[in-house]
């Protein structure tokens, strides 16, 4: 079983949609959680950090639910600049040496 | 701020050849880390340097795969011999906690094509 389970779709949505994408990850004992984003032949770069109590960015929301060991990122009033691949992220420790477990990553595309 | 430097940007070999890829990480990030992202998938953690000393190599390889950071800052990672399967992107990451986080960033990565 994957450390990190994401539904790759694709996705496709027109601008101002509003689209959710969920993760979930194997370990009880993972302690940091990310979102992080990765333009077409670009390298990964972090989008957010997941905190328990849910935090917002912008028109991005993230949320943790740790009982069911799932994470959400939640897009509302999508752009065209929003089209990429969406990599959910699971430290298993909370200090900084702890390995991070990336998703295969779920794919947005925003059409006008 | 200068970001991870990486080279080459892209490489083409033979199966059975041998390969180097190296990597500067940001001025001052002690920890450095090489990943491979296959096509359609996720990076997966090759090994994690913290300053010259190795972290975490627990899914490298090696029996084909070495790297190393000899003085705590530049590090290089070698295929020999390549096989079909290698080929992927290969990113460099380092990190520095700050403000109690520690966030990693990227190179553009090294793209392998092993035929």
């Known amino acids: 079983r994957k450390e990190v389970e994401q539904d790759p779709g694709p996705f496709n949505v027109p601008e101002g949609a509003t689209v959710a994408f969920n993760c979930t990850y194997s370990?009880?004992?993972?302690?940091?959680f990310f979102w992080y984003r990765q333009d077409c032949r670009k390298e990964p770069k972090l989008l957010m950090s997941v905190y328990s109590s849910g935090n917002e960015d912008g028109r991005f929301t993230a949320q943790l639910n740790r009982a069911s060991q799932y994470i959400s990122l939640l897009i509302r009033d999508s752009k065209l600049s929003d089209s990429a691949t969406y990599l959910c992220?699971?430290?298993?420790?909370?200090?900084?040496?702890?390995?991070?477990?990336f998703g295969r990553g779920t794919q947005l595309t925003v059409w006008p | 701020e200068a970001g991870v430097a990486q080279s080459p940007r892209y490489k083409i070999i033979e199966k059975r050849q041998s390969v180097a890829f190296w990597c500067n990480p940001i001025s001052g990030h002690a920890t450095l880390y090489w990943y491979q992202q296959i096509l359609g998938q996720g990076p997966k953690l090759l090994i994690q340097?913290?300053?010259?000393?190795?972290?975490?190599d627990s899914q490298l390889p090696k029996d084909r795969f070495s790297a190393e950071r000899l003085k705590g800052v530049d590090s290089t990672l070698k295929i020999q011999p390549a096989k079909l399967e290698d080929s992927a992107v290969y990113l460099c990451?380092?990190?520095?906690?700050?403000?109690?986080?520690?966030?990693?960033?990227f190179g553009p990565g090294t793209r392998l094509l092993v035929l």
């Open positions: 370990n009880s004992a993972s302690q940091s």
């Open positions: 992220v699971v430290n298993l420790r909370g200090s900084t040496l702890g390995r991070l477990y």
């Open positions: 340097f913290q300053n010259n000393g190795v972290v975490d």
């Open positions: 990451a380092s990190s520095s906690p700050r403000g109690g986080k520690e966030t990693q960033y």
